[in-house]
């Protein structure tokens, strides 16, 4: 089924054919028409699956008439965990709407906030923001709720591990009842659940139509996943060496602390690798190059914290590297989805020490199977990793 068959307006099926779309991927297909009917949605599906694509799409469709847009007043609100994937929403919103007059702007922390103010003195039709700065902005009035058709929650399950909870909640208090809600995540737990029960409050007991794409802990099949157990004194000559061995063209590599991911840029630089790093500590505006690098291919590898696990499309990265095993199932899932992508085939490696054990054997229950795992000459390991136990189960949380 073609784009052109779901209902959206002329202006949206030739700016998507003019970027390459030519078949809705199932999330789209099912979303799209629900969307479009003004009902609520709540959409579960996979990481890479399309899921902006699939709410932007027919917000930008429903808004393709003329409308006197007020002051500091917006038409759409769209929340997002992160400050990048805000920037790559609002980035999809100015590609997709190429053919309309509409206006839409991103708002984040980590910059001044007086040109975001600026713009939004004329009103906005589509607002893409993070629930802190969104608050900071409302706190000094420098845009009102009264007019807001639609909400979008994105990465909603993120959100929620991230501790917006409360921020979301304070800003859903301040919207009209009167309005169409869209929540998408990659996987519905309590706090996301909660998010859906105030979206039926708002529109007096009405449910929101469910869709779920996929089962929330599997993984895009296009991706190559393996893994290496390794010594953790031995992590970044290993690393080195299969960038330099199997000659990567690209890696995102992710790790768990800060001062870690410095330490790795620093010591793959030693060997001739160049790569650089984003995580919290950096500036937004440093941030934001090292990404446009990386996305351009002028950097090829990205030492990353959590903070990037989310809101990067690279479009066809080759892979990605869990150079830290991350504690929770979900984190794993999510990270490993920035590969892959529409369809595409990636790869995912993560290495694997002694004390990853327990965290490996929760991921793998949760993907319902093994991990293959490969053995690397020349890097024997002194702490031998014990088979997996497919049905382990985690005794208690960390």
Known sequence: MPFSKLGLCDPIVQAIEELGYTTPTPVQKQ?????????DLIATAQTGTGKTAAFVLPLLSLFNKERTLRGKRIRALILTPTRELAVQVAANVTEYSKHLNLSSMAVYGGVDSEPQKQRLIEGIDILVATPGRLLDLAHQRALHFDELEVL?????????????????????????????NLLFSATVNNGVRIFADHFSASKMGRRAVEISISPEDTTAPSIDQWLITVDKDTKSALLSHLINE?????????????????????????????ADAIHGDRSQAMREKILADFKSGKLKYLVATGVAARGLDIGELSRVVNYDLPFKPEEYIHRIGRTGRAGATGEAISFVAMGDFKNLCAIESRLNHVINRKEIEGFPVRKVVPVSILNYVRKSNR
Do not use: N, T
């Open 31 to 39: 979303a799209i028409p629900i969307i479009l009917s003004g009902k």
């Open 152 to 180: 979008v929650l994105d990465e909603a399950d993120r959100m929620v591990d991230m501790g917006f909870a409360d921020d979301i909640k304070k800003i859903i208090e301040r919207l009209p009842a009167d309005r169409q």
């Open 246 to 274: 199997q000659k990567w063209d690209q890696a995102l590599i992710f790790i768990e602390k800060k001062h870690a991911a410095a330490k790795l840029v620093a010591q793959l630089a030693k060997r001739g690798i160049e």
